[in-house]
């Protein structure tokens, strides 16, 4: 196995970590403060969640032989920043994400959970995904009227470098975000000397509390969004570079992560999609069989950032929030796209996908219970009476 490691393959592996954390980062800091996370809550969660995925990646790559990386639930730390603070604060939301990840451990071993999940039609999960991201991708243009001077440059940074490659435009515009901070912020007096930039990793245990609205706010539509548009194209993306693999098991280690990580605040962990791409790629290694390495290096670049967690935290605490709701939406704009034209391409199903997304997308809570659950409900009581009108019709 030691053989199969290359200069090619580390690169790769950070690379692709790189890509991954600084992308997407932003968006699992502000969703877990959104909830009710206090800043050392929220850093232990970012903490967890990069371990847990980290090491998931590392042994499910040397258990396979194959490139598994291993992610983040982007959509899901969105649906998060969208679903604000629920009743009884962060322990019922740690409780939801323990819920989360004993559905995606069940969804590996058991079978008729995954083909439920695979039921829900793909463009209320879509129209779902859409409505849940929309919050998030105005926060650019929020940012710009916030303070031209400060939105500006990381949006025109994004629109620049995208234009030349769309996988570093992030990155790139997390670059302007941290110039701008350091450059173009005035903090408090006393602000930086009183920061807290200790090496230690951030580690705060959360007692899980179980609710049915946690359960039915949170922890359904997190599992659904995790496994619709995370684990499913994340085994599709392994197939197309000829990785064929069960993907139960897969599922199933990323459920485990996910429980390992949720009591101290991480969220999901899941099959990747973009980097899972970077990985099993010709750039990675010329040799298929021995890209697996490029999923490992990319899994301990993963942890190194996760024990790092602290520190980042502590400087972006520093800018206005707005600044790093614009980097978490600029980060969301191709998922958002991407969902909403899959929400609205099919004619058949367009109304439903249209109630779903607007239902979702208001933020309306009922009974405790956030906009994400109730738009899903919504449109498959307007999907099931299409179809039953189609085939009366019919």
Not at 120 to 142: D, R, T
Request: aromatic letters at 10%.
């Amino acid at each position: 196995m030691l053989r199969d490691m290359s200069a090619q393959t580390f690169f790769m592996g950070f690379l692709a970590a790189f890509v991954g954390t600084a992308s997407a980062f932003a968006v699992v800091l502000q969703g877990l403060a959104a909830v009710g996370a206090t800043p050392f809550e929220a850093a232990s969660g970012l903490m967890a969640v990069s371990v847990a995925m980290g090491l998931c990646s590392i042994i499910l790559s040397l258990k396979t032989r194959m490139p598994i990386s291993i992610a983040w639930s982007t959509p899901g730390a969105a649906l998060l920043a969208t679903s604000g603070t629920i009743e009884g604060g962060f322990p019922v939301a740690v409780g939801a994400f323990v819920i989360c990840g004993i559905l995606i451990f069940i969804c590996g071993i058991w079978k008729p959970l995954g083909k439920v999940v695979a039921a829900i039609p793909g463009p209320l999960a879509n129209a779902m995904l859409a409505g849940v991201l929309l919050g998030l991708c105005l926060a650019p243009i929020k940012a710009i009227a916030f303070n031209p001077l400060l939105g500006l440059p990381i949006f025109i940074t994004w629109l620049v470098v995208g234009r030349f490659n769309r996988i570093l435009a992030v990155p790139a515009a997390l670059g302007a975000f941290v110039l701008v901070l350091v450059f173009g912020v005035t903090f408090p007096e006393g602000a930086v000397t009183n920061l807290n930039l200790s090496l230690a990793p951030p580690v705060e245990f959360v007692m899980p509390e179980f609710t049915l609205a946690g359960l039915m706010g949170i922890g359904l539509p997190l599992f659904i969004v995790t496994m619709a548009s995370q684990n499913i194209p994340g085994t599709a993306v392994l197939r197309a570079h000829d990785y064929n693999t069960p993907p139960g098991p897969l599922f199933a280690a990323t459920g485990i992560f996910s429980l390992l990580s949720a009591p101290f605040g991480g969220h999901a962990v899941n099959l990747a999609a973009i980097t899972a791409a970077m990985c099993a790629g010709e750039d990675a290694h010329p040799d298929p069989k021995k890209r697996y390495w490029a999923a490992i290096f990319a899994g301990m670049f993963y942890v190194l950032f996760g024990l790092l967690a602290g520190v980042i935290t502590a400087l972006v605490s520093l800018a206005p929030s707005i600044l790093i709701e614009a980097v978490a939406g600029l980060a969301l704009i191709g998922a958002f796209s991407g969902s909403a034209l899959a929400a609205f391409r099919d004619d058949n199903n367009r109304e439903a996908a249209a109630v779903t997304f607007l239902v979702t997308a208001s933020g309306l809570t009922f009974y405790g219970i956030s906009g994400a659950f109730w738009g899903l409900l919504a449109g498959v009581l307007i999907y099931t009476l299409t179809h039953l009108k189609q085939r009366k019709a019919g």
